[in-house]
């Protein structure tokens, strides 16, 4: 209990009490406690088993081609394409691929992968089912987007943990390799794609729009 010739009050991050008529202070402790109600773990539910067929789930990062003929999609960390109701696996490794993006004419794969030790973006040739890789950057390549003459790809690069870090904007030139930095400090950004024209690239932000 405190009297009415103390005085109660907060500084250098905790609570204190000290006489009114008094130059020397004391802490107040504060404890608190929370009843956590447990429960037993679910029961193992299995393997499954070897040989069967089962759904794939987690598809993701849909990239259709101009003509609509082909699709390319990410699923179980993998490159997948199908055509006319085919689906073809395109990687199958241990490597994790993600955002697939389509030439305008459906002949090749730009895409981010983890194969080089870290994040950067790749290009698979469909005739010839080729892989090259586009960027040595040792910052993390997403988000590639392909220029409508298909000659150039637009794409995100961070040193962060995720797209909700800082990113700059860059553009790769797919004949001489070369690429340069078009804008810095985009925060939130998550796609790139390129206008009709192909004169401006837009960046969409998950929580900020859409930025030219």
């Known amino acids: 209990c405190f009297s009415p010739a103390e005085l109660v009050y907060t500084s250098d991050g905790q609570v204190w009490r000290r006489g009114i008529a008094d130059a020397a202070r004391r802490p107040v402790h504060l404890f608190a406690a929370v009843a956590v109600e447990t429960h037993a773990p679910p029961a193992d539910a299995g393997t499954v088993a070897p040989g069967t067929t089962h759904a794939a789930l987690g598809i993701a990062d849909v990239a259709a ?36 993006a389509l030439a305008p004419d459906g002949e090749s794969i730009v895409f981010a992968s983890d194969r080089s030790g870290n994040l950067n973006l790749w290009r698979l040739l469909l005739p010839t089912r ?27 690069s961070t040193d962060g943990l995720g797209p909700w870090d800082s990113s700059e904007l860059r553009v790769l030139d797919l004949g001489s390799a070369e690429a340069r930095t078009v804008a810095r400090g985009l925060v939130d950004a998550q796609t790139t794609a390129w ?18």
Not at 149 to 156: K, N, Q, T
Not at 198 to 212: C, E, P, Q, W
């Open 130 to 156: 080729s892989l090259l890789q586009l960027t040595f950057d040792a910052r993390k390549a997403f988000a590639p987007a392909l220029s409508p003459e298909g000659r150039r790809v637009a794409y995100l």
């Open 65 to 100: 081609a101009a003509d609509a003929r082909r699709t390319a999609f990410t699923a179980l960390g993998d490159l997948w394409l199908t055509e006319r109701g085919r689906v073809e696996r395109l990687t199958d490794d241990a490597f994790v691929e993600i955002d697939p």
């Open 195 to 212: 206008d009709s024209p192909g004169a401006s690239i837009l960046v969409t932000a998950a929580k900020h729009g859409v930025g030219r």
